[in-house]
């Protein structure tokens, strides 16, 4: 029995027809029915729940589009809406524009690259909420951050106000969720066969055009593949912009506070599903225009 | 060589392991400490009134009482709600909790849920303790009546918290505060009222009390009254002089204090002081209770009408060496609580440097009151505050 279901396996390679394998479906099926199990009840039966109490009124009965409506129509909720996106798309452009340089650098195995890559890590291995009143403490007007860049930026007459600001918000946001990005262009620059390099400099390209045609599209799924991580934490984070973002709150903090302060869940409700198709919408579009091949691409 | 060292250094540490995971641990660190611990039998004590700091104030006294009592005494952190449910579906037979630690809502639930407890005072041989209570804490709790089925184990209490290096002469009312907000204008400090904690809330109902506002009105009569807009825009002209933004959590309030930003604000004094004695506010923090009043609240401890005979008499030993003198004077002098038992004439003099006196307080304790007015500057106190 387990010889033959080992055997429809290694014959079930891509292209195999169920035609072919009469039980190669149920195989598939078989296989599916832990994955599609876990999902219908750890994420979709969750997400049916939550819509399920934003169309519904407060007094339990009948259906309806209320919160919606208030959302939509609320600058307040689309201004909150707007911050939660700027975030997250600029940490996301931060983090690619440090993880590419960061990521070459890395893998001419410079004197100390060991120590930069347990460093980049470290952000991964302090719980969130910590960090934030770190980074707060950190970047306070009396911080040592703080001190520091206010006397070494030739613009800057005093402490620096970073805290409960959105500046302040994106070094935050950088600092924990730019390793993601980081790690995965890493990963990818790593990957690249130097020959391919060396061949388009032998061919007399110089050393931006090498980078654009050949090292940026060869590392540009390892770079959009963390760069998506990095967008869907900075856009679902919480502990940050609750500790440390002051009056900027974006939609996470404003969910908690209606959900858990207000115990007004239909309203957190109808703001979470805003917020995952925000969020759905986002990552369609990203993933859409960033799939096409970097310009001057030899794929 | 190189096996027989490896070998070695696993034997020790299952070895280390085996001796933290022995008989004598618990996972809440609360187990007795002394070889005669649990000779004497075990009992499960919830705490469903105590924060951080209580719960490492427990870690730190309870294996004190364990070996003095020989009771191993395993302590269980966690919410009122969850215990009651617990409780309720326990009801009839006997429960798996012997003494239990609860806030006055939750007791108040409880005893609305036909739980019951024992009357303490009919055991009061057991818990000589018992005696130094007011008699009419025993019979109830903020206008709760209890019948003797809890008793105070400590009362909370909110101040006015300043940092005295930066204001040696804090303001004694609300008004003298608002008068002379600008000489700490950007200074004063506040959680924001729709944070978790309901400590910024709970100092804007303490000003609009102070501003002369009668909590004692239902929210609509309230809401028409004169003293409530003319307290509320009070109160927003006030919040002007804040340090801006408003801390979205005690902790962040606690940094603003340590890095100088705020000086002064309401909030709890035992965790306030206490978070002080743990290095994260500025040691010169001292507190001060103003006339108008301001939030006072408390926890009962209570032990369970279903809990066995033999646990019952385990946790009255408990209970009483909770409500002795030398823990009580502890809660005092390092969680900043009010005692439960009236012998403040043991605390050392020293402590009534940074708060005021029982007696100096007591008549100023004003609990949660009027929920619907509390949840309406929850949800629109921020309008007023500056957000």
């Given at each position: 029995?387990?010889?033959?279901?080992?055997?429809?396996?290694?014959?079930?390679?891509?292209?195999?027809?169920?035609?072919?394998?009469?039980?190669?479906?149920?195989?598939?099926?078989?296989?599916?029915?832990?994955?599609?199990?876990?999902?219908?009840?750890?994420?979709?039966?969750?997400?049916?729940?939550?819509?399920?109490?934003?169309?519904?009124?407060?007094?339990?009965?009948?259906?309806?589009?209320?919160?919606?409506?208030?959302?939509?129509?609320?600058?307040?909720?689309?201004?909150?809406?707007?911050?939660?996106?700027?975030?997250?798309?600029?940490?996301?452009?931060?983090?690619?524009?440090?993880?590419?340089?960061?990521?070459?650098?890395?893998?001419?195995?410079?004197?100390?690259?060991?120590?930069?890559?347990?460093?980049?890590?470290?952000?991964?291995?302090?719980?969130?909420?910590?960090?934030?009143?770190?980074?707060?403490?950190?970047?306070?007007?009396?911080?040592?951050?703080?001190?520091?860049?206010?006397?070494?930026?030739?613009?800057?007459?005093?402490?620096?106000?970073?805290?409960?600001?959105?500046?302040?918000?994106?070094?935050?946001?950088?600092?924990?969720?730019?390793?993601?990005?980081?790690?995965?262009t890493l990963s990818a620059v790593e990957g690249i066969d130097p020959n391919v390099e060396?061949?388009?400099?032998?061919?007399?390209?110089?050393?931006?055009?090498?980078?654009?045609?050949?090292?940026?599209?060869?590392?540009?799924?390892?770079?959009?593949?963390?760069?998506?991580?990095?967008?869907?934490?900075?856009?679902?984070?919480?502990?940050?912009?609750?500790?440390?973002?002051?009056?900027?709150?974006?939609?996470?903090?404003?969910?908690?506070?209606?959900?858990?302060?207000?115990?007004?869940?239909?309203?957190?409700?109808?703001?979470?599903?805003?917020?995952?198709?925000?969020?759905?919408?986002?990552?369609?579009?990203?993933?859409?225009?960033?799939?096409?091949?970097?310009?001057?691409?030899?794929? | 060589?190189?096996?027989?060292?490896?070998?070695?250094?696993?034997?020790?540490?299952?070895?280390?392991?085996?001796?933290?995971?022995?008989?004598?641990?618990?996972?809440?660190?609360?187990?007795?400490?002394?070889?005669?611990?649990?000779?004497?039998?075990?009992?499960?004590?919830?705490?469903?009134?105590?924060?951080?700091?209580?719960?490492?104030?427990?870690?730190?006294?309870?294996?004190?009482?364990?070996?003095?009592?020989?009771?191993?005494?395993?302590?269980?952190?966690?919410?009122?709600?969850?215990?009651?449910?617990?409780?309720?579906?326990?009801?009839?037979?006997?429960?798996?909790?012997?003494?239990?630690?609860?806030?006055?809502?939750?007791?108040?639930?409880?005893?609305?849920?036909?739980?019951?407890?024992?009357?303490?005072?009919?055991?009061?041989?057991?818990?000589?303790?018992?005696?130094?209570?007011?008699?009419?804490?025993?019979?109830?709790?903020?206008?709760?009546?209890?019948?003797?089925?809890?008793?105070?184990?400590?009362?909370?209490?909110?101040?006015?918290?300043?940092?005295?290096?930066?204001?040696?002469?804090?303001?004694?009312?609300?008004?003298?505060?608002?008068?002379?907000?600008?000489?700490?204008?950007?200074?004063?400090?506040?959680?924001?009222?729709?944070?978790?904690?309901?400590?910024?809330?709970?100092?804007?109902?303490?000003?609009?009390?102070?501003?002369?506002?009668?909590?004692?009105?239902?929210?609509?009569?309230?809401?028409?009254?004169?003293?409530?807009?003319?307290?509320?825009?009070?109160?927003?002209?006030?919040?002007?002089?804040?340090?801006?933004?408003?801390?979205?959590?005690?902790?962040?309030?606690?940094?603003?204090?340590?890095?100088?930003?705020?000086?002064?604000?309401?909030?709890?004094?035992?965790?306030?002081?206490?978070?002080?004695d743990q290095g994260l506010l500025p040691e010169t923090m001292k507190a001060a209770v103003?006339?108008?009043?301001?939030?006072?609240?408390?926890?009962?401890?209570?032990?369970?009408?279903?809990?066995?005979?033999?646990?019952?008499?385990?946790?009255?030993?408990?209970?009483?060496?909770?409500?002795?003198?030398?823990?009580?004077?502890?809660?005092?002098?390092?969680?900043?609580?009010?005692?439960?038992?009236?012998?403040?004439?043991?605390?050392?003099?020293?402590?009534?440097?940074?708060?005021?006196?029982?007696?100096?307080?007591?008549?100023?304790?004003?609990?949660?009151t009027n929920l619907d007015a509390f949840n309406w500057l929850k949800e629109n106190g921020?309008?007023?505050?500056?957000?």
């Open positions: 029995m387990a010889v033959q279901f080992l055997r429809r396996l290694r014959s079930g390679g891509p292209g195999t027809s169920s035609a072919r394998h009469p039980g190669g479906r149920a195989v598939t099926a078989a296989l599916l029915v832990p994955a599609i199990a876990f999902l219908a009840l750890f994420f979709f039966y969750p997400i049916l729940i939550t819509f399920g109490t934003s169309i519904t009124p407060a007094n339990g009965t009948g259906v309806t589009l209320e919160e919606y409506l208030t959302i939509l129509s609320s600058p307040k909720d689309w201004g909150v809406i707007a911050l939660t996106l700027g975030l997250a798309v600029g940490t996301t452009v931060i983090s690619v524009l440090l993880a590419v340089p960061l990521a070459l650098i890395l893998r001419r195995r410079i004197r100390g690259h060991r120590a930069l890559r347990l460093l980049v890590l470290a952000p991964l291995m302090i719980l969130a909420l910590v960090s934030a009143l770190g980074l707060l403490i950190l970047w306070d007007r009396n911080g040592w951050l703080n001190l520091l860049f206010s006397r070494l930026l030739p613009f800057s007459d005093g402490p620096l106000q970073i805290d409960y600001t959105i500046p302040g918000l994106l070094i935050f946001y950088t600092w924990l969720y730019s390793p993601f990005t980081i790690l995965t060396e061949a388009a400099r032998v061919s007399g390209a110089a050393p931006w055009r090498v980078f654009r045609s050949v090292t940026l599209p060869l590392a540009w799924p390892g770079i959009r593949a963390g760069s998506v991580l990095t967008f869907l934490l900075a856009f679902g984070a919480f502990s940050v912009p609750l500790i440390a973002g002051g009056n900027h709150r974006p939609l996470p903090v404003l969910i908690y506070t209606e959900a858990a302060v207000f115990q007004n869940f239909e309203r957190g409700s109808a703001l979470a599903m805003v917020m995952a198709v925000v969020a759905l919408a986002a990552i369609a579009l990203y993933t859409r225009f960033s799939s096409k091949p970097v310009r001057g691409s030899a794929g | 060589m190189r096996n027989l060292l490896v070998v070695c250094v696993v034997a020790a540490v299952v070895g280390a392991a085996c001796t933290t995971t022995g008989p004598g641990a618990s996972p809440a660190g609360a187990s007795p400490a002394g070889s005669a611990a649990g000779a004497g039998g075990s009992i499960t004590f919830a705490d469903t009134a105590g924060g951080a700091n209580f719960q490492k104030f427990f870690g730190s006294i309870l294996p004190q009482a364990s070996k003095d009592l020989g009771i191993e005494i395993k302590y269980v952190p966690g919410a009122g709600a969850e215990l009651q449910t617990r409780l309720e579906a326990q009801k009839g037979a006997e429960v798996d909790v012997d003494l239990i630690l609860l806030k006055p809502d939750v007791l108040g639930n409880m005893l609305k849920a036909g739980l019951a407890f024992e009357p303490l005072p009919d055991h009061a041989t057991q818990i000589p303790n018992l005696a130094f209570i007011e008699p009419n804490d025993l019979k109830e709790a903020f206008g709760l009546p209890t019948k003797g089925q809890a008793t105070p184990f400590f009362r909370d209490q909110f101040g006015l918290l300043f940092d005295s290096a930066k204001i040696p002469n804090p303001p004694t009312s609300w008004q003298e505060f608002f008068d002379r907000r600008a000489e700490w204008a950007g200074h004063i400090g506040m959680i924001r009222p729709d944070a978790k904690s309901g400590g910024g809330r709970l100092m804007l109902r303490d000003f609009l009390i102070g501003a002369g506002v009668d909590f004692k009105k239902p929210l609509p009569e309230l809401q028409a009254s004169a003293e409530w807009k003319a307290g509320l825009e009070k109160f927003r002209e006030f919040a002007k002089a804040m340090y801006q933004p408003l801390a979205s959590e005690p902790t962040v309030l606690f940094q603003q204090f340590k890095n100088g930003d705020v000086w002064i604000s309401e909030y709890a004094i035992d965790f306030t002081l206490w978070s002080r103003f006339d108008s009043g301001m939030y006072g609240g408390a926890a009962y401890l209570a032990v369970p009408a279903n809990t066995p005979a033999a646990k019952k008499e385990l946790a009255y030993r408990v209970l009483d060496w909770l409500l002795s003198e030398q823990t009580q004077v502890r809660m005092q002098t390092e969680m900043w609580e009010y005692m439960a038992i009236n012998k403040f004439d043991a605390v050392p003099a020293k402590t009534w440097e940074t708060i005021p006196r029982w007696e100096d307080v007591q008549d100023k304790r004003i609990p949660l921020m309008t007023y505050a500056g957000g």
